[in-house]
Structure formats: structure tokens, C-alpha cells
């Protein structure tokens, strides 16, 4: 049931942290309590947990993402920073988000491997990370035959950006 869901998020993010956190628990199902989530998931059995998703993908089947077919099209890649978000070691979240034409075809987050001073300096670290996933998905999609001469990539830090235009 999780390996159909984890092919399913392709094409369905909503079910993405849902289905990421059921699948720690598929070797070894049994009753669960997460004190994060006290009110969600308390003493539901992993099972009907996931069975719980199978019946909200029931009544959202016309939710999801479109691909449509295009001739011409870019790449594009978005970041945004939740800086410093996690209590315990004061570390700031990544987001990015990546377009190939008007389709979204990635949207990795991840905790920053250091901690950042200032909020332009977390966002530096983003848009680098976005930069260097649109590079490896140029060249993917370039392996393909597919060649992208239009790539993009957008911040809304206007002093990260300046940080990345000076060449010292």
C-alpha cells in the first residue's frame, strides 16, 4: 500500500508528508503516538492511518498536477527560507520549487547543513541549492535530447541576490 502511494505523490504533493511518514513505519506496523500530533494520529494503528489516506484520495480524485504538452518551454526554480525554524538547533528550513514550462516537476525542503547568521545568509544558501538542482535537471532533461536555453532562477531576498552578483 505505501509503494502505491510513494509512486501516487508524483502527481499528488498533498499526500506527500502523510505517505513519507507511514512508510518509516512499514517494516514493523503496529499502534502509534506521535506527541507532535496528538490529535491526528493518537492510538491509530499504522494500518488504518494509511487506510485514512486511501479514503481521502477517494474523495479528491479530481486533485493533482497537470502536465500538459508544450513545444517550447524553460526551466524554472523558485527558493524561499523558513530562517532559523527549527527550535532544538536553530537551523533554517530550504524550499525550493522547480517548473519545466508551466508544470511543476519538483519541490524538494530540507534542513541547511549549517547555521546561518542572517536571513540573507540562509537565503544564499537557498537559491544556491535551487541553482544547482536546475543545472542537474538541465543536464537530466539533456540526456533526453532535450535542450533548455532559457533558465530562471527566482529569490524574493533582495540581499542574497546581491551577494550572488558580486564576484568576490
Not at 505523490?9 to 498533498?14: F, K, L, P, Q
Not at 474523495?59 to 517550447?72: A, F, Q
Not at 518551454?73 to 536553530?90: E, I, N, P, Q, T
Request: net charge positive; proline share 2%; hydrophobic share 40%.
Amino acid at each position: 500500500m505505501i509503494g502505491s502511494l510513494l509512486y501516487l505523490t508524483a502527481s499528488r504533493s498533498d499526500i506527500m508528508f502523510s505517505v513519507c511518514l507511514f512508510a518509516m513505519f512499514q517494516s514493523s506496523p503496529k499502534e502509534s503516538y506521535f506527541k507532535s500530533m496528538k490529535r491526528i494520529f493518537r492510538y491509530q494503528s499504522h494500518l488504518k492511518s494509511v487506510k485514512r489516506i486511501f479514503r481521502y484520495l477517494k474523495g479528491s480524485i479530481d486533485y493533482g498536477l497537470w502536465y500538459p504538452k508544450e513545444k517550447s518551454f524553460g526551466l524554472v526554480g523558485y527558493s524561499a527560507v523558513d530562517f532559523a525554524g527549527c527550535s532544538l538547533d536553530r537551523k533554517s528550513t530550504s524550499g525550493t520549487c522547480h517548473f519545466i514550462g508551466h508544470s511543476l516537476t519538483s519541490w524538494p525542503s530540507k534542513k541547511q547543513n549549517s547555521m546561518a547568521l542572517s536571513t540573507a545568509e540562509a537565503e544564499y544558501v537557498a537559491a544556491g541549492t535551487c541553482v544547482g538542482h536546475v543545472i542537474w535537471m538541465k543536464q537530466t532533461v539533456a540526456d533526453f535530447g532535450v535542450i533548455i536555453d532559457d533558465m530562471n532562477k527566482r529569490c524574493d531576498n533582495t540581499s542574497a541576490i546581491k551577494i550572488s552578483k558580486n564576484p568576490i
